[in-house]
């Protein structure tokens, strides 16, 4: 049987959307708050659910359970934040240790994160200047997505966007030095 919403949508019916919008949007929620623990993000992430949907809606099978199509887009989007997460944590992780354990280093580990931080500096200062502002008040003044949208006018998604290429920018960019780094501090430390 073809849901009738689904159809609606394909068709450009921008009511339909809301319709479906305030049907499963505080379920929608709900569900990626169970896997982010993070309310303001769950809300984030169902509002790209639906801009997926009406972008994509070429796509839609009526035939296909719509429900189900919008918690799978819930989930997959919302594994796909806990993973930048995860990486994002990683290079905090870094930045601690260097900028605030150092003292522990030994002169070979401090002259390593020295180099470090040059390069992570370069990089940094080598990104556009949208982007270099938007990871800056990331990383240096600690403000969140949705802080840093509403500061520079610009969408969330935009703010996201930004410090995923600044992250890739400066991965790339420290190419192997990171991994020799890493290893050397893993192994100084046993």
């Known amino acids: 049987m073809k849901d009738q919403l689904a159809v609606r949508i394909k068709l450009g019916d921008e009511q339909a959307l809301e319709l479906l919008f305030h049907k499963y949007y505080f379920r ?28 994509g809606r070429n796509d ?5 359970c719509l429900k ?17 997460k995860k990486v994002e944590s990683r290079y905090i992780e870094i930045y601690k240790l260097i900028y605030i354990d150092h003292q522990e280093f030994s002169s070979h580990d401090s ?15 080598n990104l556009p200047s949208e982007c270099r502002k938007v990871f800056e ?3 240096n003044e600690g403000l969140k997505y949705k802080e840093i949208a509403e ?4 969408s969330i998604k935009t703010v996201e966007a930004q410090v995923s290429k600044a992250l ?21 430390n046993l």
């Open 60 to 64: 839609i099978d009526p035939e296909e």
């Open 137 to 139: 008040l990331s990383r």
């Open 168 to 188: 890739r920018t400066i991965r790339t960019s420290l190419g192997d030095f990171l991994t020799i780094f890493i290893i050397t501090l893993i192994c100084s």
């Open 28 to 55: 929608l929620c709900a569900f990626a708050n169970k896997f982010l623990n993070d309310p303001d993000e769950a809300q984030d992430i169902v509002q790209d659910v639906f801009i997926k949907i009406w972008e």
């Open 68 to 84: 189900s199509y919008l918690f799978k887009i819930t989930q997959n989007l919302s594994f796909n934040k806990l993973r930048r």
């Open 111 to 125: 002259l390593l994160a020295k180099e470090l931080e040059e390069r992570i500096s370069s990089s940094i200062g």
């Open 151 to 154: 500061t520079l006018n610009i």
